[in-house]
Structures are given as structure tokens and as C-alpha cells.
């Protein structure tokens, strides 16, 4: 009998352990196949910023504002040489800074991993609430895809942490839980379960108003199966 009950148990575990495969499996594109909505995103909020007006700086968002009306189009490679153009010739003023941040996403775009992971680097987050903590995600997916799994773990707990200080309580339901869920999803990748499950646990807890909340609980079980 108690062989029995053994073999049910084990059984009954199997099923768990492959239901939580497949559900695993369905979010691991959240990493490699995520920067289309990270793109739209950042080119959204951008869109609606102004620059100040310092002559050199007006130049070089004259400039950036070229590339931007053909940002994302697949046929023009005309935007990037302007980034690229915009980002040397003002790295020193905001638009060059922006202009670092489009060029590595339109190489990311074009899965130019090693020319994404370059400009994304030089990119100078800021203190907002979106735009920098979305643009340190980006980078993470980027490490991703190019296997640095632990550069892309530690870079989304970077941009979690960044999105929580802009924050004024010092949470964001927003960028936060999405950064972390990545990394939790790499580190399961990684069979480091007990740090993905404590991540999901702390997204479980802290994030309450999160849309990512409820679909919390799948993620925990998929990390409590040894």
C-alpha cells in the first residue's frame, strides 16, 4: 500500500511538474521575443518630451526629430544614421543621449545584439518614471539574447530598482514587476529556483496593483516543483 501511495505522489508531482513546464516554456518569449512592446513604449512616452532650449541643444533635437519620424519603419535605414550621426556629434547634450538610447533599439530591432548592448550602454538613464527603467529592460532583454544570462538578471533587478525610486511611494506596479518577472523567468531558466521563486514571491507581495499580480501564483508553483 504504501508503495501505492508512493507511486501516486510521484505521479501526481509529474503532472504538476509538466503542467508548469508548458506554462513555463509559453513565458520564456516574454525575454527573447519582448523588445517589440519596449519599443512602442519608450518611442510613445519620447514623443510627447520637449527639449530646452540652449541653441546646441535645439540643433540637436532638430536633428534627432528626422530619425524619430522614421523610427521603426523596416525598408529606411535613414533613422539610424541619424541617430548614430546625432549621438556622435552632440553626445554631450540630451537629444545625443536620446540618440544613444534609438540607436541601440533600432540595432535591437534588427537583432544586432553586440551594436544594441553598445548604444544601450552609453545611454544616461534618468529619474523618470518610464523611459530610463524601460530603456535598462531593453538592455536586459538585449544581455539575454546575447546568453549573458547573469548580466541580464542582474540589469533587470536594476531597472526595477530604478522604476521603485522614481516612484514617489516607491513602488512601480508598472516597469518594476515587469523587470523582475524577467529575471525570475531567467534564473528558473538557470535552475536557480529558490532565487526565481523568491523573486515571484516579492512581485506576489509588493505589487498588489500590478496587472502581472494574478498570474503570480503560476509562477510560484512553477518554482516550488523540485
Not at 63 to 79: E, R, Y
Not at 91 to 115: C, F, H, M, V
Not at 133 to 147: E, F, R, S, T
Not at 164 to 184: D, F, H, Q, T, W
Request: net charge positive.
Amino acid at each position: 500500500m504504501a508503495k501505492k501511495n508512493q507511486k501516486a505522489t510521484q505521479t501526481e508531482a509529474a503532472k504538476v511538474a509538466n503542467k508548469s513546464e508548458e506554462f513555463f516554456n509559453k513565458h520564456k518569449k516574454l525575454i527573447l521575443g519582448g523588445l517589440g512592446a519596449i519599443l512602442l513604449i519608450i518611442v510613445a512616452i519620447i514623443g510627447y518630451k520637449q527639449f530646452i532650449v540652449k541653441p546646441r541643444e535645439l540643433k540637436a533635437n532638430n536633428a534627432l526629430a528626422k530619425g524619430q519620424n522614421m523610427f521603426g519603419n523596416p525598408t529606411d535605414s535613414v533613422s539610424l544614421k541619424t541617430f548614430l550621426s546625432v549621438a556622435d556629434e552632440y553626445s554631450s547634450t540630451d537629444a545625443g543621449n536620446l540618440a544613444n538610447l534609438y540607436s541601440g533599439l533600432e540595432y535591437a530591432r534588427q537583432e544586432k545584439w553586440d551594436e544594441a548592448a553598445k548604444y544601450l550602454e552609453a545611454y544616461k538613464p534618468g529619474d523618470d518614471l518610464m523611459v530610463s527603467p524601460m530603456a535598462i529592460v531593453a538592455l536586459g532583454d538585449v544581455y539575454a539574447n546575447q546568453k549573458k544570462m547573469d548580466e541580464a538578471v542582474s540589469t533587470f533587478k536594476r531597472a526595477a530598482d530604478l522604476a521603485n525610486k522614481a516612484n514617489s511611494e516607491g513602488k512601480s506596479n508598472s516597469v518594476a514587476p515587469i523587470a523582475l518577472r524577467k529575471a525570475g523567468i531567467i534564473l528558473l531558466e538557470q535552475g536557480k529556483k529558490d532565487e526565481a521563486l523568491a523573486i515571484f514571491e516579492d512581485i506576489k507581495a509588493n505589487y498588489p496593483q500590478s496587472p502581472l499580480y494574478n498570474e503570480m501564483d503560476k509562477f510560484i508553483e512553477y518554482a516550488s516543483v523540485k
